[in-house]
């Protein structure tokens, strides 16, 4: 393998569906089997796949299995996030995809970050005494063989959304604060999971270059932030943050910068475009890097009005892909 292609897609709560629903997923994957092709991945890396429960067998990616028949990726090893009892979460694993040998696989959810402690000042009543404020979403290290022999880890991730966390007795409905301190004070919450994951990010990053200071290391995914938003520089760890040039090997490239920034999408809110999905990447890994694409020639603003799932099938994000010559 002289090319290397390596990819991250949300694929929006990828499913089956009760019959009569719709879309239905016969209708998902019409549209977004083609866009796993496109790719050419060798490596995937995909948020929201939900999973499915068949015949009182333990609970497995089956809607993904269904999406990948066809491709290239078709058989290939899919590497997912696990619950405590070893199956497939119901809703949004993280799974990276890819005939190349899984080494060691991990996944982490406070396990570098201790949960927060936090008193909610607008809850009704208030808090007496503070609650534990944890991180929603794991994240999951992957270990592959290269054809060379040597490891790639691939980081999988999947933010907080900025979505205000629930206050109680602050809403109305699932789209009504009664207060707007409530609500800032959940988009505070929000803000304080997505930070509390970047730095378990960063963190696992470290470990892995304290382990071997030249390992290869590619964090991909739907981070929810745009690329200069403080999560994301952490996790990059830029010498112009740190001040320290001895940390300069530590720092993680963004793909996204060879793309003409016009086109740094990867989804639609209230008609602005915004880069959230991204791929960063050791040093070491730039002299084989040699592009990046971001699919996004049809991409659709589904905070819009009327932009129902019905009308909209495929996923409200963009892939991107980036390509390595290991030769």
Same mark, same amino acid.
């Given at each position: 393998?002289?090319?290397?292609?390596?990819?991250?897609?949300?694929?929006?709560?990828?499913?089956?569906?009760?019959?009569?629903?719709?879309?239905?997923?016969?209708?998902?994957?019409?549209?977004?089997?083609?866009?796993?092709?496109?790719?050419?991945?060798?490596?995937?890396?995909?948020?929201?796949?939900?999973?499915?429960?068949?015949?009182?067998?333990?609970?497995?990616?089956?809607?993904?299995?269904?999406?990948?028949?066809?491709?290239?990726?078709?058989?290939? &090893?899919?590497?997912?996030?696990?619950?405590?009892?070893?199956?497939?979460?119901?809703?949004?694993?993280?799974?990276?995809?890819?005939?190349?040998?899984?080494?060691?696989?991990?996944?982490?959810?406070?396990?570098?970050?201790?949960?927060?402690?936090?008193?909610?000042?607008?809850?009704?009543?208030?808090?007496?005494?503070?609650?534990?404020?944890?991180?929603?979403?794991?994240?999951?290290?992957?270990?592959?063989?290269?054809?060379?022999?040597?490891?790639?880890?691939?980081?999988?991730?999947?933010?907080?959304?900025?979505?205000?966390?629930?206050?109680?007795?602050?809403?109305?409905?699932?789209? &009504?604060?009664?207060?707007?301190?409530?609500?800032?004070?959940?988009?505070?919450?929000?803000?304080?999971?997505?930070?509390?994951?970047?730095?378990?990010?960063?963190?696992?990053?470290?470990?892995?270059?304290?382990?071997?200071?030249?390992?290869?290391?590619?964090?991909?995914?739907?981070?929810?932030?745009?690329?200069?938003?403080?999560?994301?520089?952490?996790?990059?760890?830029?010498?112009?943050?740190?001040?320290?040039?001895?940390?300069?090997?530590?720092?993680?490239?963004?793909?996204?910068?060879?793309?003409?920034?016009?086109?740094?999408?990867?989804?639609?809110?209230?008609?602005?475009?915004?880069?959230?999905?991204?791929?960063?990447?050791?040093?070491?890994?730039?002299?084989?890097?040699?592009?990046?694409?971001?699919?996004?020639?049809?991409?659709?603003?589904?905070?819009?009005?009327?932009?129902?799932?019905?009308?909209?099938?495929?996923?409200?994000?963009?892939?991107?892909?980036?390509?390595?010559?290991?030769?």
């Amino acid at each position: 393998m002289a090319e290397l292609r390596i990819a991250t897609f949300n694929v929006e709560n990828l499913d089956e569906t009760p019959p009569g629903a719709r879309p239905s997923l016969a209708e998902r994957v019409l549209l977004m089997r083609p866009q796993i092709a496109r790719l050419r991945a060798d490596v995937l890396c995909l948020q929201e796949v939900n999973g499915q429960e068949r015949d009182r067998q333990p609970r497995g990616l089956h809607a993904l299995t269904e999406l990948l028949r066809g491709t290239a990726l078709e058989g290939a &090893t899919m590497t997912s996030t696990r619950t405590q009892g070893g199956e497939v979460f119901d809703e949004r694993n993280l799974v990276v995809v890819s005939h190349l040998p899984v080494l060691a696989v991990e996944q982490l959810r406070n396990d570098l970050v201790a949960p927060l402690t936090y008193r909610r000042l607008t809850a009704v009543p208030p808090d007496a005494a503070a609650v534990v404020v944890g991180i929603e979403r794991p994240i999951l290290h992957v270990v592959l063989q290269l054809p060379d022999g040597t490891a790639l880890h691939v980081v999988d991730v999947h933010w907080k959304s900025k979505l205000a966390t629930d206050i109680p007795g602050q809403r109305v409905d699932s789209f &009504t604060w009664r207060t707007a301190d409530g609500w800032a004070e959940g988009s505070f919450l929000s803000a304080m999971k997505r930070m509390a994951q970047a730095l378990e990010t960063r963190r696992l990053v470290d470990q892995v270059l304290d382990a071997d200071p030249g390992a290869r290391v590619v964090v991909a995914g739907d981070f929810n932030a745009g690329p200069d938003e403080v999560s994301v520089l952490a996790v990059r760890g830029n010498v112009e943050d740190t001040g320290n040039p001895e940390l300069v090997h530590r720092v993680l490239v963004p793909i996204e910068n060879t793309v003409p920034e016009s086109s740094r999408v990867t989804l639609y809110h209230q008609g602005r475009g915004q880069m959230l999905d991204h791929m960063l990447v050791t040093r070491n890994l730039l002299e084989h890097y040699r592009g990046s694409e971001i699919h996004n020639e049809v991409l659709h603003d589904e905070s819009a009005a009327f932009a129902v799932d019905r009308k909209y099938p495929e996923s409200d994000h963009a892939p991107v892909v980036a390509t390595f010559d290991l030769a």
